[in-house]
């Protein structure tokens, strides 16, 4: 059983800088694909970013790209999404997920395992 904390959130004012975190235990954290999914009161669970394996490839959401930079380091089982110049329209519970795979997997019910989520809350 894979358990994911994520820690980092806060209330920032519009193009600020937050840092997230994702510790995992329980698992062999190389086995799984590390992503970030979003939630903003009433809509759906959202794709945010992803990062391989290895750490070689990610993705993005379209919204996100230039903005973000999801990365993980190995060596900590720790995954990590770094989030500038944010937008008011950025504010949501953000949540770590992980799966085995396969590489591209964006759906919800593709992730084996969640995080509790943090609040990241972006003010005008």
């Known amino acids: 059983q894979v358990e994911l904390v994520e820690s980092g959130g806060g209330l920032v004012q519009t193009g600020a800088s937050l840092r997230l975190s994702c510790a995992t235990s329980g698992g062999t954290f190389t086995d799984y694909v590390m992503s970030w999914f979003r939630q903003a009161p009433g809509r759906e669970r959202e794709f945010v970013a992803g990062?391989?394996?290895?750490?070689?490839?990610?993705d993005y959401l379209d919204s996100t790209k230039g903005r973000f930079t999801i990365s993980r380091d190995n060596a900590k089982d720790t995954a990590y999404l770094q989030m500038n110049s944010l937008r008011v329209e950025d504010t949501a519970v953000y949540y770590c997920?992980?799966?085995?795979?396969?590489?591209?997997?964006?759906?919800?019910?593709?992730?084996?395992?969640w995080g509790q989520g943090t609040q990241v809350t972006v003010a005008s």
């Open positions: 997920a992980a799966d085995r795979g396969p590489w591209g997997a964006v759906r919800t019910r593709d992730y084996d395992y």
């Open positions: 990062v391989s394996w290895s750490g070689r490839h990610t």
